[in-house]
């Protein structure tokens, strides 16, 4: 006899445990470690899910207690115990269930329906086939001599084609199966993404610096060396040929690539560089596929079909056996860290996933996130950098314009005097314009001018967000009404919409350019599958003179035709309660000036804000990375934020008011004695319980503990401690509790 041990598919705290069932010797060849289970659970003996963990030979209990597997779901191979060793570092590292972290990591769970291709064979030689066929003709079979005669033409046909075509009865095809003459068999067909049609291209002749940081790479890989690399290259730099110079190093030695993007609105342009060099290998997973197509990119990758599998975050658990390389671009993004439990990094998990592998990691990025960049300069990556752009061209000329300045002027238009002329000069050039503002919809809030009475959802504590001209709109539970004619506090007509939002943007340049032509590009206008594909592809082909946007735009995206960028309310990301909003304004007006003058004309960015004296806008204008992160470094180190110290955010979250209260106030005395040991190098510091930003959301209640500490295990036994003094005290009864390292946004 032998044992499994499983962890049951529920997600409780309470049940976060293995529970151990016998294998019946009918299923014996089909259990492996990783692959879903039917067993029964509790004691009505219900049916549930569950994932097996290990098998041994000996149980712990006596047999007669111990329940036998019902049946099995899906069978795993060796890359899934990889895969489940890594759910067990993300719930060590990261906190949540176990069974969390492998729904993660195993998100393909069971098949959908395939689409599959039925086709006959004809199973006799000639001399038989042409006997048959006068027998048939003989005796009057007038259908199964059509098919037998279309087969000695073509000895496979589709099962479709002879029903809809040739017009047989699927009673013929069956008599004609059960005699032996011919025999059915199915073709399975991907339901693969579309990755557009990209004629094959050449690798590019490298650069200097191109060719250092591959000859790097590549002198560590051949000598077995896996390491996580940072390549640092300014926007324009080429960094994604030699992102593909890599990948085909690496796929020449048999093994395979992962390369995370962002956001789906870099998919399109990615893939298609990708497609062009390395065809039918490429394929790619994002959110926006169907549940039979994702299912079928991830059997492609287990079967070794493809090679380079392109997409966010989910896409670095794709079932690969052999990886050698992960590649994450744009690696500073704030989207590379999950906003569900486990709330993991994808820089983090990526680099313990290689460790796994035996795979090297590239984090790639003109604006590196402050902690890699720190890392670096500590030696636990090695740093590559670029600080040219490709084939000549110039970063563009950046111009910080003072909006205060423009308001004394007289100049009340969202767009300065400067931007305003640009714009001008380059729709008489036929040139291209790219607008970001950060914000989607109409306005940012509406509000009662005499009274001061401002909208809100009545779920969440929030505004809302006026889209068009007369629809309202909560951006957090999606909660909508129509726009009030009067104050509903005072009664008053004076209730207007405050603010600038990208359908405000449009509204404004359709009046002072009535004969440009504009493309919108938000959360809005890219609603459904191809959403975003269709807008950039419009824009590439020229069939638009201006795009605005919110930040989506301005990231990673090549159009050559493209010689002016304008940012408006630049300073609108600095106003953040965010410690790191200083480094994503940075970003933001780094990548922006990065989309100008990509091809051979000079490109410009204007820079439009209240606070052009604010050190990273100065520092983005001046496209100096290493100026920022001084300024920035000495601010974090004053005030003990990551990197120089690590953060633990204790999220409490419950529908009952007086509970979440409560129960705040339980964690904080409970963890206040662990911030005030002997050791002070391992010194403690909790700040709260307090409020969420935004405190309620969907009717549900929030409120934060913050826990710093100079030392990550520190904080990972903090958790630990929590996660038990939940179970124990029963508070997770009424209130859910999650936890976040190093959080990306201050809740």
Known sequence: MKYAEIIVDISTQALDHIFTYAIPKELLSEVHVGCRVVIPFGRGNKEHHGYVMRIKNQAQYHEDKIKPILRVLM????????????????????????????????????????KEVRYLHLEIDDRKGQALCLEYEKKHYVGKLRLLEAMRKDKVISKALVKHSLHIADSTIKAMLRDGIITERAVRTYRNPPTGEAAALPAHRLNEEQQAVCQSFWKDYDAGIRNTYLLYGVTGSGKTEVYLQMIEQVLLSGREAIVLIPEIALTYQTVQRFSSRFGEQVTVIHSRLSKGERYDQFERARKGEVKVVIGPRSALFVPFAHLGLIIIDEEHETSYKSESPPKYHARETAIERARLAGASVVLGSATPSVESF???????????????????????????????????????????????????????????????????????????????????????????????????????????????????????????????GTQKVEEQLKKEFPAARILRMDADTTKGKEGHEKLLTAFANQEADILIGTQMIVKGHDFPNVTLVGALAADMSLFEQDFRSSERTFDLLTQA?????????????????????????????????????KEEMAYRSLLSYPPKSHMLAIFMASEKQDKVET?????????????????????????????????????????????????????????????????????????????????????
């Open 75 to 114: 069978e795993a191979d060796l890359v899934e115990e990889q895969l489940i060793k890594l759910a067990y570092w993300m719930k060590e590292q990261y906190g949540s269930t176990l069974i969390q972290a492998l729904m993660t990591v195993l998100p393909v769970k069971a098949k959908s329906s395939g």
């Open 374 to 500: 720190y890392r670096a300069g500590k030696g636990q990556y090695q740093l590559l950098t670029m600080k040219n752009r490709a084939a000549g061209a110039i970063l563009p000329e950046v111009s910080i314009i003072d909006m205060r300045k423009e308001l004394e002027a007289k100049n009340f238009s969202m767009f300065s005097r400067k931007l305003h002329s640009l714009l001008h000069d380059r729709l008489a050039k036929g040139e291209q314009s790219i607008l970001f503002i950060n914000r989607r919809g109409y306005a940012s809030f509406v509000s009662c001018r005499k009274c001061g009475y401002v909208v809100k959802c009545s779920h969440c504590d929030v505004s809302l967000k006026l889209h068009g001209k007369s629809r309202l709109v909560c951006h957090y539970c999606g909660y909508e009404q129509v726009m009030p004619v009067t104050c509903p506090e005072c009664g008053s007509s004076y209730i207007r919409s405050f603010g600038t």
């Open 593 to 629: 000036a990065g989309r100008a003058g990509r091809g051979e004309k000079a490109g410009q960015m204007v820079i439009q804000t209240y606070q052009p004296e604010q050190y990273s806008i100065v520092t983005a204008a001046a496209q100096d990375y290493e100026a920022f992160y």
């Open 663 to 747: 129960h705040a106030r339980l964690l904080a005395a409970f963890i206040r004695p662990f911030c005030t040991p002997k050791d002070k190098e391992h010194c403690l510091k909790l700040i709260g319980p307090s409020e969420a930003a935004v405190y309620k959301v969907q009717d549900i209640y929030r409120k934060l503990l913050y826990v710093k500490g100079v030392y990550y295990e520190d904080l990972v036994k903090v958790k630990n401690r929590v996660e038990q003094y939940c179970m124990e005290q029963e508070i997770v009864k009424d209130t859910r509790v999650y936890f976040d390292f190093d959080p990306m946004t201050m809740y």
